[in-house]
């Protein structure tokens, strides 16, 4: 069993920023592509960056291209989510997850999950 634990969420004006850290442990960190999912209240959860176990390949939703950024540190367990430029439609519950496939993009991928931080911007 992985047990995942995100951290760094919180209220943010527009065009502030976030950063986000989820650390892992029970498994080999290395071995896991990880990624981050979001879900806002009523929305189904969606995709939103992923990263390969090495850290030498990432993808991104469309809508966060340019503005956030995943990176992992696998002497430290934990994987980042570094988010700029931040609109309220980013507002979210924002998931940790950790798969054995790359790309990780859909929900079935997932194979371990973390509990959610909260992520609120306001206008």
């Known amino acids: 069993q992985v047990q995942l634990v995100e951290s760094g969420g919180g209220l943010v004006q527009a065009g502030g920023s976030l950063r986000l850290s989820c650390v892992a442990s029970?498994?080999?960190?290395?071995?896991?592509?990880m990624g981050w999912f979001r879900q806002a209240p009523g929305k189904e959860r969606e995709f939103v960056a992923t990263?390969?176990?090495?850290?030498?390949?990432?993808r991104y939703r469309d809508s966060v291209k340019g503005r956030f950024t995943i990176s992992r540190d696998n002497g430290k367990n934990t994987v980042y989510l570094q988010m700029n430029s931040l609109k309220p439609e980013d507002t979210a519950v924002y998931y940790c997850?950790?798969?054995?496939?790359?790309?990780?993009?859909?929900?079935?991928?997932?194979?371990?999950w973390g509990q959610g931080t909260q992520v609120t911007v306001s206008s």
């Open positions: 990263i390969i176990w090495s850290g030498s390949s990432a």
């Open positions: 029970g498994g080999t960190f290395s071995s896991y592509v």
């Open positions: 997850a950790a798969a054995r496939s790359f790309p990780l993009q859909g929900l079935r991928e997932v194979a371990y």
